[in-house]
């Protein structure tokens, strides 16, 4: 059970983390920093400067407050951060103390859980860390091992210092590579258990929750590089032995366990493991029973006359097991069947699960990956840490391109395009996407030097047109007379349906005998890649991504029309609770358009037949399941099917105009809003549109300005909008065509700076009569600048919120002019901070306004005279209710 990271520092724990410190020479506090710089340089960077500083100058560090502030504003954190820590090292040992001791005490105002974390560390350890780091930076004394410790160190150094593209099965070619040292993009690994109790698509779910913790990355989530995944971990209050690594497939488990092990050879980290063995699960299912002394010689010869000497010290020994979800064997970590001896032979799933639980080879290490999906039916309690791969942010993703295309012009233009891309771009957070996305720009760009705008306007723009420009380029470029690229295709994505359907993610050789697929057809070495092959074992085969083997288990029911087969998947892919069969119903929804299957059109013989039923089984699903008390989740799910379909003819006819959409409460995602946006656009007007609570702040807003203009009543409200975002609200309002009549921001972050813009905004918009800008920190120098506006004779707001918005007298007499405003007559001014002293100018409001037919002003500081006072007006003015 993970410990709360939450706590509270007191004035003793202070005294005793001081005294901790002050034991330690120069010597070992540079030993330690070093260690703990990339954790130390991330805290200083996102921990607010100003108290950082105070800090330190309680603390009598010599340092400039100005200087350093100046430095962040102009520079950057990031700068700062590098500055700061130098500097602190340069002033010497009380100043680095000083720091220690600062950090100690701002995690009670700010508990990000990588300083927790390295406080922690740090408390807990206590004395013996020193002598840890510096175990992991030169290791054991291995006197009679150090032969076969370098012999497996070479062998290792061998087979990870390159990133390869695999053969091709029955295909002999050069394959393409780089070393690994440049070509390795740093991996965003953070410290989650979301992948628990999935009901969703596992890369569907996590592009959005990326997006999410693009946001969350500097204040909630705990960031894990590859040195620490067996450092101390505050949550289960210990040093992990058994460590879980989840990810979705294609987002780099394999090659984050690559680099891990080459940086181990390299005496990059973890030198207290003398010996790494690297195991992956799909080539261990040729096993039925072995030894884990036969399953290690098997893998590595070399160390067959020392092994026993090897296994002797099982703490100075790290086990890699990649692929968990791969495996053909029942792992069950909650079973008490375990095995103590390492000659024994037993299942594979036995071996794991005694390592991991410590009755073979106590105090070895033990580091696993899975899929998400696997790790949501499997007892993980055993494990100390869990960690997720969430991919490459931003600026590794741009790197990635960079990388991929050599030329530097070239890069800047395809990532531009992605960049503007909302569906594409999100899922690059996965490499592989990037590789695919990557490589099907780079068909469309080889032919010019120079890529005109025309050329980036025939792009792929949705997932379905992605795939689709993948294979057909393949086929253009790598067909031969003497291939038959339908049948290909046909058998290949018959063994692609039934591999999703039943959850199997590599194949043997019978696989491709049952559905006659040809192993030694050329055109398969651009979807499926050769796994695994040794002379004496059976080679298994995987496609090159998950996403192409749904895509193919799609495409071959458009090759070969069966409606009862095409029936039949449609219900068996909707009816899997872990989401596998959704992106399968994406792509059969997508290739139902004739201009995104343009580029196959002389490969799909039988498009029509299966289109058409596609789009009748869309129709029937809206037609049945779309109501007020539809799931959200099922809501988006069959939007982006129509969103996937392009079809806007058949959105009006089943979505239809002048409807309602409620999103209430419900995380869109980025990539929900641009579906949201295609489905707006296709109705060419919708009655309402209600996002409250939707978190979708600046990202999501953004890819649906374009067309929030044709929506009558909008709700915005509880997404945290921020000053910069009424921007994007101006668009809207400004919009030549604006069809907006009601508009809610209540309850976001929006201050008297918006003001200005909302006030020129509403002065251009002729349509908007209702406006909700209740609990926003409105009150400031540029409110007059918006009262100005709703106070105007051509204003047309007839119902205004003003609730609790920090209002105060010093603003009563703007409330006044708004008698000038001929279509007010509804006024909420409740919640506020008047006195008695606005009572005047409330009065003379009430009395000069000629169509004012409510107005709110309870839960202010007026007393119970003027209250009474104020009421009273309600007789000089017949009609008008008066709420105090």
Known sequence: MEKNCSRVVTDDDIKKFRQQ????????????????????????????????????????????????????????SSVLSECLIQDIMDFGRDAVIALWESLFVLQNNYQHPNLIGILAEFSQTGPTLVSLIQLDEYGHQLFELNEAHDCHKKYLQEITKNLEEHNAPGLVQ????????????????????????????????????????????????????????????????????????????????TTLMQKFVFDWVNKKHYQRFSFIFFFKFRELNRYDKVSLDEMILEQYSYLWSQLDIILEDPEKLLFIFDGLDESNHNIDFASEKTSSNSKEQVNIGIIVVSLVKQSLLKGCSILLTSRPTKMASVDISVFQRFSEIMGFFPKERELYFEHFFHDQILSAKAFQYVRENDTLYTFC???????????????????????????????????????????????????????????????????????????????????????????????????????????????????????????????????????????????????????????????????????????????LRDKTSASEQVIRWL???????????????????????????????????????????????????????TVLAFILDSCKETNGLNLDRCFIQSEGLERLTTILHTVQKLRLSNNDLKDSDMQLIYQVLTHRTSKLQKLSLRNNSLTSTACSLLAVALSMNLSLTELDLSRN?????????????????TCTISHLFLQQIKLTDEYAHLLTSLSKNPN???????????????????????????????????????????????QQLQELQPGLSIVV
């Open 174 to 253: 050069p394959r393409r590579s780089g070393s690994i040292s440049s070509c390795y993009l740093d991996l965003i690994v953070v410290s989650t258990q979301q992948f628990r109790n999935r009901s969703q698509h596992e890369i569907i779910e996590t592009g959005g929750r990326h997006e999410h913790y693009l946001r969350k990355a500097h204040s909630t989530l705990e960031r894990i590089s590859p040195n620490r995944l067996f450092r101390w971990c505050h949550r289960s209050g210990c040093i992990p032995h058994a460590v879980m690594v989840s990810g979705v497939p294609g987002v780099g488990k």
């Open 824 to 870: 007010l007559r509804h006024l909420d001014l409740s919640h506020n901070f008047l006195t008695d002293a606005s009572a005047e100018h409330i009065q003379q409001l009430i009395l000069s306004s000629q169509t004012l037919k409510e107005i709110r002003i309870e839960v202010n500081e007026f007393s119970k005279e003027k209250e009474g006072f104020l």
């Open 21 to 76: 410190l002050i034991q330690y020479e120069m010597c070992n506090l540079r030993i330690l920093n070093d260690y703990f710089l990339n954790d130390l340089k991330h805290m200083v960077e996102i921990l607010d400067t100003q108290n950082l500083l105070s800090e330190l100058k309680s603390r009598n560090v010599p340092m400039s407050q100005q200087n350093y502030l100046l430095m962040e504003k102009e520079l950057g």
């Open 429 to 603: 957070y996965i490499p592989s996407y990037c590789w695919i996305v990557c490589k099907v720009l780079s068909m469309c760009f080889k032919a010019s030097s120079i890529i005109s705008d025309q050329q980036i306007l025939s792009l792929p723009r949705t997932v379905t047109q992605l795939f689709v420009s993948y294979v057909a380029n393949t086929l253009l470029n790598h067909c031969i007379d003497t291939e038959c690229p339908v049948e290909v295709m046909k058998s290949t994505g018959k063994m692609a349906e039934y591999g999703i359907m039943n959850h199997i993610l590599t194949f043997d050789r019978k696989d491709f005998e049952l559905f006659h697929v040809d192993i030694t057809s050329k055109l398969l070495s651009s979807f499926i890649i050769e796994t695994y092959q040794n002379k004496s074992h059976t080679a298994t085969f995987s496609f090159l991504h998950l996403t192409i083997q749904e895509f193919f288990s799609a495409l071959h029911h458009y090759l070969i029309f069966s409606e009862i087969d095409l029936q039949s998947s449609l219900h068996k892919a909707k009816l899997f609770d872990d989401g596998r069969g959704e992106m399968c119903i994406r792509f059969l929804c997508g290739l139902s358009d004739g201009i995104t299957t343009s580029l196959l059109k002389p490969y």
């Open 619 to 673: 129709s029937q699903e809206i037609a049945t399941k779309w109501g007020p008390k539809t799931d959200p989740r099922e809501k988006i799910n069959l939007l982006t099917y129509l969103f996937e379909s392009r079809n806007k003819t058949l959105v009006y006819s089943t979505i239809g105009p002048h409807g309602q959409l409620d999103f209430s409460e419900f995380h869109l995602t980025p990539v929900d809003c």
């Open 777 to 793: 920190n409105l009150a400031g120098p540029d409110f007059h600048n918006l009262m100005t506006t709703l106070s105007s004779p």
